[in-house]
């Protein structure tokens, strides 16, 4: 092998151990209207959901990252900012095994639906699920398709739609959409309210691997009329 081949590989090799993404993904989604919320520098415009938040969350390298802090505990990052019907648009990295999400109207009172990025055994990618009145959670819809195009050493873009109440929500894995649900009503009322915030996981528990951490960047949002 020559000297050019013998680097490349070293390269390839360290970055496969490192536990970082091998290379960057360039999205192809149309991004024409969207609105960042994440300056890729600061926390601004998010804070930890709860009275007693738990978990870490920094910005490293233009990302947010999350672990579990202290360990065995997690939280939820929320944005100030209460949002109705919109496309969210990220780019996920996670080691694995780990159990995050992205939740949609979120607030205070067990009120949201959350988009799975369940990186672990059993776990799923891009279904919908939410708590259940009367106490407890499950799914409102699996996904057994997203897991076919995530890709682990890579940033993977996610988009997700939501409108309407009872609302209608699809979810797309590196723009193959792999879900698409319509709620219903509850008691003859919708199940949550039509606003709420925007918010990222770390999730509680062992179903986060020790020293597992997730990272989101290129966070934005599309408002529909």
């Known amino acids: ?10 390269i390839l090799l360290l ?3 490192s536990g970082l993404p091998a290379r960057p993904v360039e999205s192809e989604t149309d991004l024409s209207g969207f609105v960042p ?14 009275d007693e938040p738990e978990g870490r969350w920094t910005v490293e390298e233009g990302a ?3 672990v579990q802090f202290p360990e065995g505990k997690g939280g939820l990052l929320v944005t100030d900012k209460q949002f109705s019907n919109y496309e969210l648009y990220a780019e996920v990295y996670a080691t694995y095994p780990l159990d995050t999400g992205l939740f949609l109207r979120i607030l205070p009172g067990n009120q949201h639906f959350q988009i799975t990025i369940d990186y672990r055994p059993t776990g799923e990618i891009g279904a919908v699920y939410g708590p259940f009145p009367g106490g407890g959670g ?6 057994f398709l997203g897991f076919t195009y995530w890709n682990p050493n890579e940033f993977n873009p996610i988009r997700v739609r939501i409108e309407g109440n009872p609302p209608r929500i699809q979810v797309w ?5 792999v879900t698409d ?5 509850v008691e003859g009322q919708p199940r949550f309210t039509d606003t709420g915030s925007i918010g990222i996981q770390v999730h ?6 020790k020293g597992s951490k997730v990272s989101f960047r290129k966070i934005m949002v599309k408002e529909l009329k």
């Open 1 to 10: 092998m020559n000297r050019t081949g013998l680097t490349l590989t070293l």
């Open 15 to 17: 970055c496969c151990f």
């Open 37 to 50: 919320l994440f300056d890729g520098k600061s926390l601004e415009g998010w804070r930890p959901f709860g």
């Open 64 to 66: 947010i990252v999350g």
């Open 138 to 143: 499950g799914f409102f819809q699996h996904c």
């Open 173 to 177: 894995v590196r723009e193959t959409k």
């Open 181 to 185: 649900y319509q709620d219903t009503y």
């Open 204 to 209: 509680p528990g062992e179903s986060w691997g």
